[in-house]
C-alpha cells in the first residue's frame, strides 16, 4: 500500500465509521500513548523487563496504532506524507552520506 492509499483509506474510515477526527491535540496525547505501548512490548521483548500475566507480544499492532495515529495527524494538518518522507530521504542522504560510513562505532566488527 502505497502511502498516499493509506492517507486516503484513514480519511474515508474516519468519516464513514469514525464519525470525525479528534482534535490535533488530542491525537498528539493518543499518538503519545500508542507510543508508550509499543515501548512497553519492546522493553519486555528486547529489553530487560518479562511479560507480566496476561500481556500478549503485540508488536505489529502495537506498530500500526502509532502509524493509524499518525497518519490522522498528517491528514488533519495537511501534510503529504510521501513528499514528506522523499524530502527526508533528500536530507537524510546529503547530511549522512560519509557520516555512517565513517563511524568506527558502526564499522568497527
Known sequence: ???KELQ???DT???TIGVRYFSELTNMAVLTEEVGELARVMA???GDQSFKAGEK???AEEMADVLW???CLANQTGVDLEEAMEATF???TE???LRHLQNEKLTAK
Open 1 to 3: 500500500m502505497e502511502l
Open 8 to 10: 486516503q483509506r484513514v
Open 13 to 15: 474510515w474516519i468519516k
Open 44 to 46: 519486555r521483548k528486547y
Open 57 to 59: 507480544e503485540n508488536l
Open 69 to 71: 495515529v499518525l497518519v
Open 90 to 92: 533528500r536530507k537524510k
Open 95 to 97: 547530511r549522512d552520506r
